[in-house]
């Protein structure tokens, strides 16, 4: 299995950002798939995830981001809307071998790369 993320960049705050995981060697739409990010000097951290139960997030990002799915292009994406100085850090995106989500990173067992997020004020 491995996961591609790539869509990072820099970006004005109150600006937008779509990230993307091309996902390889397992079916997406079988797995929770979820979104991670880690700032410098901080421990990674839950921002969402996607999976049999629906979609779900982090309280800090309700209503600016999106995960969403293309189960054709076996990709997910986290759309990033309205992002704030404090959205800075690298994302990550990550499979659970279970069809349900969970927030604590060890219950992921695939990795993407991650891909630098940085919010200018």
């Known amino acids: 299995v491995q996961l591609q993320a790539s869509g990072g960049g820099l970006v004005q705050t109150g600006g937008s950002l779509r990230l993307s995981c091309e996902v390889a060697g397992c079916t997406v739409s079988r797995y929770a798939m979820g979104w991670f990010r880690q700032a410098p000097g901080k421990e990674r951290e839950f921002v969402g995830a996607i999976g049999w139960s629906g979609t779900h997030y982090t309280d800090s990002v309700k209503g600016r981001f999106t995960i969403s799915r293309d189960n054709a292009k076996n990709t997910v994406y986290l759309q990033m809307n309205s992002l704030k100085p404090e959205d800075t850090a690298v994302y990550y995106c990550?499979?659970?071998?279970?069809?349900?989500?969970?927030?604590?990173?060890?219950?992921?067992?695939?990795w993407g790369q991650g891909t630098q997020v940085t919010v200018s004020s």
């Open positions: 990550a499979r659970r071998n279970n069809y349900y989500y969970h927030i604590k990173p060890d219950e992921y067992d695939y």
